[in-house]
């Protein structure tokens, strides 16, 4: 049909991680532990839940569209002025904000392959040129992405640590990056992990630094277990900000969601054990692989990759442990056919997949 153009045509959507639903459709009567999207299994803040609870008989009325009290409070939280903080539908809908707010003309946009999906979806479907620089044994190397750099450079994504390799790059690594990056090119530092790797004192909190050109992005998906909610939001100088709230679609987030994320950021005390709690179980299901000979990647994370010596193997055991009920997720869309991301789930789900594992390992290795 004419009226596609061709870059939608040929464009490969976004995959997500099957839904409890999803799989009820297929398996009726099987219950299944869903850890294929890095939500974090303990819920979220019951004084979230009580605020939305609160607000329900509100939503009648539009949310408020400068989300001002969700934005003064991160505002505050990290001694900026709201001017240099915006909130949108996830921090996925603030990267489409910043693709329709920037570029223009013949404007580059470069990252890294094997990185996270939804944005090289977003980028592919912008219709500007894309460039994707390789990774260094499952870690995004910077000198590659620095290489790429020409004039029409108008954005680059880093995702630190990143989505499916659960790797990050350090402090000395982003140091010598910058000193490559002309000013008039963005940074999207995508910080959805962040929480994870407070523990890495080489890690490069992007809000330590602030450069003029860089935009942090940063969720309420991952360890403030909100996912469902759709609320992200991103850091940056007051002119950036301005352009892009200029661009932003008037009434993001729902009412609800700014509610649900104003009290999550009162309850340190949830923060903490789900962080506690992915450590400790991270570290288990480390101790599980290592006993098993599975290969994995280290990570800074609420996700732990692994990966096989062929495509077919690692299919195999997804499928395997489909049809079992465990939701995992194979990395074909990331162009990694031969890993899995396994979710950090709670102590009972963990201890269901290794089960379940060890019942479709042996098989499918053979
Ligand atoms: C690196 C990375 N960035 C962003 C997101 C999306 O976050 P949000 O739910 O805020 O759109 C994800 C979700 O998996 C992610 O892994």
Not at 97 to 102: A, L, V, Y
Request: net charge neutral; aromatic share 12%.
């Amino acid at each position: 049909m004419g009226l596609v153009p061709d870059h939608i045509k040929s464009l490969k959507p976004y995959v997500a991680g099957k839904s409890k639903k999803e799989f009820k459709r297929k398996f009726k009567h099987i219950d299944p532990i869903k850890l294929a999207s890095n939500e974090n299994s303990l819920g979220c803040s019951p004084k979230s839940t009580q605020r939305v609870r609160k607000y329900i008989d509100n939503c009648n009325r539009y949310p408020d569209s400068s989300g001002y009290e969700l934005r003064n409070k991160l505002a505050e939280m990290h001694e900026l002025s709201i001017d240099n903080v915006i909130i949108g539908s996830g921090s996925e809908g603030i990267m489409s904000n910043i693709m329709r707010t920037f570029l223009h003309g013949n404007d580059k946009i470069i990252s890294s392959m094997n990185s996270f999906i939804g944005f090289r979806v977003l980028a592919d479907a912008s219709g500007y040129r894309t460039s994707w620089a390789p990774m260094d044994n499952y870690h995004y190397n910077l000198k590659a992405i620095a290489d790429k750099i020409d004039e029409d450079t108008k954005i680059i994504y880093l995702a630190n640590p990143d989505n499916p390799t659960g790797t990050y790059f350090n402090k000395k690594e982003f140091d010598s990056f910058m000193e490559r990056v002309p000013n008039r090119v963005l940074i999207i530092l995508d910080e959805a992990y962040y929480e994870y790797a407070l523990d890495l004192n080489d890690y490069p909190d992007s809000m330590l630094y602030r450069y003029d050109n860089i935009i942090t992005l940063r969720t309420f998906s991952k360890v403030y277990g909100l996912a469902g909610f759709r609320v992200g939001y991103g850091f940056a100088h007051k002119d950036l900000i301005a352009n892009l709230m200029k661009v932003k679609l008037p009434f993001e987030p729902a009412t609800l969601s700014q509610e649900a994320a104003l009290a999550a950021l009162d309850d340190s005390d949830f923060l903490e054990k789900s962080i506690l709690s992915n450590r400790q179980e991270r570290d288990s299901m480390y101790d599980f692989f290592n006993e098993h000979g599975v290969d994995y990647i280290k990570s800074s994370t609420n996700f732990i990759t692994t990966y096989f010596s062929d495509d077919t193997i690692n299919h195999n055991i997804c499928n395997k442990l489909l049809e079992r009920g465990i939701i995992v997720r194979s990395l074909d869309a990331f162009g990694l056919p031969h890993c899995m991301r396994i979710t950090i789930g709670t102590e009972l789900e963990n201890n269901k997949f290794k089960e379940t594992f060890l019942k479709v390992y042996e098989g499918a290795t053979v």
